[in-house]
């Protein structure tokens, strides 16, 4: 069940017309729905109901307060990589001590943080990242948490841009030097090892690169263990991929199977995955209004009011996300457009050849946007950020305002 979809011909958030959002909020507006991304996280949670686990929303997807808060009312843990993302989460009612911090390079005062609000876990990536964060929890006399992400060097085979698991990548520790970097961090007297992660990339349509990427981990989780370094976690990461057009990504329930039998006689090892794109692309969309339709030499335009300040996908990545229009009962013939946005940019596209009806002034939406949408946007060509909506059954919550003028040159000042 799809909870955007057309009613009466006109497309609808859950039990909202979508025309109305538009009409009361004005345009370009991202739109989430409550029971999408509760929907989404409680398929995470139910596949993994046979192991000891956490679902750790990956923060950076969407980091609305309204989001985190709707996640943290579902018990959910969440993967932070900054310090600024785990004082939203702790605004939003999210569990510090169900945190676990990424990122190849946390800021002391970032680590202070953390340790202040007693987060469950620090993902380290270097030597160097170990020596910081043990100085820091030594000034403030406390042990920190750590695992240790490994780079398993398996390719993701996904757009080169957001693969993190290749040798190539600055993510992780190298898997070869994995041990030596325990042992280090064994040595370090206030550093507390709970586990291993790792992450290998983003929107991962194959299942076999997560089970060798766990291969990989079991195979140092156990000379840890021969050591006398045991475990409590193994962090899978975030990274499985959603259908933007005809993708075909792992069933959630066979993800889960494939990584709970290599767990099966390792129940002390709690698995903690961060899903970010899975949980909320497909929980929002991006409302725009069609401006004005443009014969050009090669091709029809149809210029509308979001650009790629207020999307960046397409243009960073040649991204593909459907656009469909808002009112389907309409007289305008369908006609062959590239979707372009208003900023100073040839790469300033939506989408290009896309089949549709539509003429000036009517509402079209791009799907799949709650993820890597608003959390992306800019104010390239001073453009006010988009307001955010959230959907919850037949209500709708303004979640953000749309952005004023004032907020364009907040805490800048000219010379005296
Ligand atoms: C460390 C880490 N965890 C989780 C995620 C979330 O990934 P995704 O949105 O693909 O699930 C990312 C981003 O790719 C990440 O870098
Ligand atoms: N921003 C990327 C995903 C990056 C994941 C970051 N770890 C996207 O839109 O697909």
Known sequence: ??????????????DVSLHAIAETYGTPTYVYSRATLERHWQAFDNALSHHAHLICYAVKANSNLAVLN????????????????????????????????????????????????????????????????????????????????????????????????????????????????????HSLSNLDIQGMDCHIGSQLTDLAPF?????????????????????????????????????????????AARL???????????????????????????????????????QHFAIVDAGMNDLLRPALYSAWQNIIPVDRNTEATPHLYDVVGPVCETGDFLGKERTLPIQPNDYIAVRSAGAYGFVMASNYNSRCKP????????????????????????????LP
Not at 261 to 288: F, M, V, Y
Not at 390 to 411: F, P, S
Request: with cysteine.
């Open 70 to 185: 709707v996640l943290a009312r579902l018990g959910s843990g969440f993967d932070i990589v900054s310090g600024g993302e785990l004082a939203r989460v702790i605004k939003a009612g999210g569990d510090p001590s169900k945190v676990v911090f990424s990122g190849v390079a946390k800021r002391e005062d970032e680590i202070r943080y953390a340790l202040e609000n007693k987060i469950m876990c620090f993902n380290v990536e270097s030597h160097a990242e170990l020596d910081r964060i043990n100085k820091v929890a030594e000034e403030m006399g406390v042990v920190a948490p750590i695992s240790l992400r490994i780079n398993p060097d398996v390719d993701a085979k996904t757009h080169p841009y957001i693969s993190t698991g290749l040798k190539s990548n600055k993510f992780g520790i190298a898997a070869e030097q994995a041990l030596a970097s325990y042992r280090y961090a």
């Open 387 to 414: 307001a955010e909506i959230m959907v919850d059954g037949a209500n709708h919550h303004q979640v953000r305002a749309r952005e004023t003028l004032e907020d364009l040159w907040l805490g800048e000042s000219v």
């Open 260 to 298: 709970g039998r290599k767990l099966a006689d390792r129940q002390h090892l709690k698995l903690i995955l961060e899903p970010g794109r899975a949980i909320a692309a497909n929980a929002g969309i991006l409302l725009s209004k069609v401006e004005f339709i443009k014969q050009g030499e090669e």
């Open 211 to 255: 089970e060798d990427a766990l291969d990989k981990l079991l195979v140092l989780v156990d000379a840890l263990e021969k050591e006398g370094i045991s475990l409590t976690h193994l962090d899978l990461g975030g990274g499985l991929g959603v259908t933007y057009q005809n993708e075909t990504p792992p069933d959630l329930e066979e993800y």
């Open 1 to 14: 069940m799809d909870f955007f979809d057309y009613k009466r011909d006109v497309l609808h958030a859950e």
